[in-house]
């Protein structure tokens, strides 16, 4: 374990800090991201942890056995798949998203919904900064951390922000201060993406005291640990295939890996040559245009990237 770890712990310890001068809420899913954040903030003030999901679903169990673990209370909210698609429909109208990012952010819209304090607490930029997305470790030649971490910066008004300002509340992401993001870049690529990922976090994590059975726990995406994905997946009626022909097969699956999402459902891809058939499906026209836009803004991106190796 590097020095870098013991400065990391310090640092995101004291991150937290900075938001609990008062009571705060936290979007709860179990896992070492915000397990860490309840941890250290309910050291210093009151907390109100609320974790969203289906019955059964993986968010809501890892959430029940780590705060019953931490001595923490914990507010669940269970939905049927009738409610997530509602919600869906709602959180679409609100804020302009596309599919992935309402399946997405769901979860922490439901939170936003239900919060009995000023600011919300979230683990955004963790796996950017951490090495915690299954990409990483597909192509650890093209990680480029510090570009992760700019490109969820921008989005972070976009969504999480903007989720917030609806209901009159603050946004707060420790793991996004200043301070933390210069001590993760002291830390080696090798280091973040080894194993199941994110291991100088999870290390920093049990410096400061969280179990090991809480920090190792693995990654699962909010709209797969949540059960968001799967509800909403049931409600997309509208559907859009394109196929994308490229110089040749090396480009093509370049281009495929580069703008496969992590977690399947909202998009399929099928490499075939140096063609890419692509499907796309929505509950929405509106949604389907977004999200097919969002798309070819990427394959271009990953298109001119490829061209140029």
Request: proline share 2%; hydrophobic share 40%; with cysteine.
């Amino acid at each position: 374990m590097s020095k870098n770890v013991d400065e990391l712990a310090e640092t995101i310890s004291n991150s937290v800090n900075e938001f609990c001068d008062k009571a705060v809420t936290i979007s709860f899913s179990g896992g070492v991201d915000s397990a860490l954040i309840a941890y250290l903030a309910a050291k210093k003030c009151e907390v109100q942890l609320i974790a969203v999901g289906t019955s059964e679903s993986h968010d809501i169990e890892a959430a029940k056995t780590a705060a019953e673990e931490m001595k923490l209370d914990l507010e669940i909210v269970e939905m049927q798949a009738d409610e997530i698609v509602r919600e869906g429909k709602m959180l679409s109208s609100a804020v302009e998203m596309n599919e992935q990012e309402i399946e997405f952010m769901l979860p922490f819209w439901v939170v936003a919904k239900r919060a009995k304090n000023e600011t919300i607490l979230c683990g955004q930029g963790a796996d950017e900064l951490f090495g915690g997305y299954q990409r990483f470790r597909r192509e650890p030649e093209k990680v480029n951390l510090k570009k992760e971490v700019r490109d969820l910066l921008k989005r972070i008004p976009e969504r999480e922000e903007a989720i917030t300002k609806k209901f009159g509340l603050k946004l707060g992401c420790p793991y996004l201060k200043k301070k933390v993001i210069e001590v993760a870049e002291k830390i080696s690529t090798e280091e973040k993406i080894n194993g199941i990922g994110k291991i100088p976090l999870r290390d920093a994590a049990k410096i400061l005291g969280l179990s090991e059975k809480i920090a190792n726990r693995k990654k699962k995406a909010a709209q797969y640990g949540s059960g968001s994905q799967k509800a909403l997946r049931k409600s997309k009626k509208h559907k859009m295939n394109i196929t994308l022909t490229f110089e040749n097969e090396k480009i093509a699956k370049g281009i495929e890996i580069s703008t496969s999402p992590e977690n399947e459902g909202w998009i399929k891809l099928e490499h075939n040559g140096n063609e890419i058939k692509v499907e796309i499906a929505s509950a929405t026209i509106e949604g389907l245009k977004r999200t097919m836009d969002d798309f070819l803004e990427c394959a271009t991106i990953a298109y001119q990237v490829n061209i140029e190796q």
